[in-house]
């Protein structure tokens, strides 16, 4: 399974804007990049997920590198509610074929008021 | 707005006692899955499901087993639990989109505690 690489904690301000960044050097060509965080005492929830473009949705953006060997999450204005572990994840497959997603350790992300 | 629904919440058993672990889903998923997260870890992978009638192995199935009888269940049992076994355990499910579209929707959680 390709590994991801991201910094264990974060902290930025509210209503700042939060770039989580995300190494991904051994991904190949046909990998998704995935975005999934958790709130404290919740499940994951997914956040957003790309390719090769940039892409944009509701919660946040997501910046792929041009060599695809990185991407950064960012969240425009952060609020207290956005506290969370982020799981930067690329798409694997189980021994019968089925996609899986591998979970590392996330980056916690501490929000100051 | 129901989605992914766990029960127990939360459980404690002693070493030896056996259990079930409920997940239900409302969104005509076909494939669910069981994790476990232990404290300052990702969620590792227990088994999984691609339709009714079938399970799989995922990264740590030891000491765990899985039924799906129905799409909307996905039953997680342990026959002899261990103090290893405590842990959060997550399900999850998603549809059987290809491509990119892989994303799962979890529930939230059954805190177990094994004494």
């Known amino acids: 399974d390709a590994k991801t690489t991201q910094p264990n904690s974060m902290e930025s301000n509210e209503e700042e804007p939060v770039h989580l960044p995300c190494n991904h050097s051994t991904i190949s060509g046909t990998d998704y990049i995935h975005w999934y965080r958790q709130l404290p005492s919740q499940g994951p929830e997914y956040v957003i997920h790309g390719l090769t473009s940039n892409v944009n949705n509701r919660m946040a953006s997501l910046a792929i590198a041009e060599d695809r060997k990185s991407s950064t999450l960012i969240l425009h204005r952060a609020t207290l509610r956005d506290a969370a572990v982020y799981y930067c994840i690329l798409r694997a497959v189980t021994s019968q074929g089925a996609q899986k997603l591998v979970f590392g350790q996330g980056t916690r992300l501490t929000i100051n008021p | 707005n129901a989605g992914v629904t766990q029960t127990p919440k939360f459980r404690v058993l002693k070493t030896g006692q056996s259990m079930t672990l409920l997940c239900a889903q409302d969104?005509?998923?076909?494939?669910m899955y069981w994790y476990r997260q232990d404290p300052g870890m990702g969620l590792r992978l227990i088994h999984y499901?691609?339709?009714?009638?079938?399970?799989a192995k995922g990264e740590v199935p030891d000491g765990y087993n899985v039924s799906r009888l129905k799409k909307q269940n996905f039953l997680l049992g342990l026959e002899s639990a261990a103090p290893s076994q405590t842990s959060v355990y997550f399900c999850a499910s998603r549809d059987s989109g290809t491509g990119g579209k892989n994303i799962q929707y979890f529930g939230a959680g059954t805190r177990l505690s094994v004494l």
């Open positions: 499901s691609v339709g009714e009638g079938t399970t």
């Open positions: 969104m005509n998923h076909e494939y």
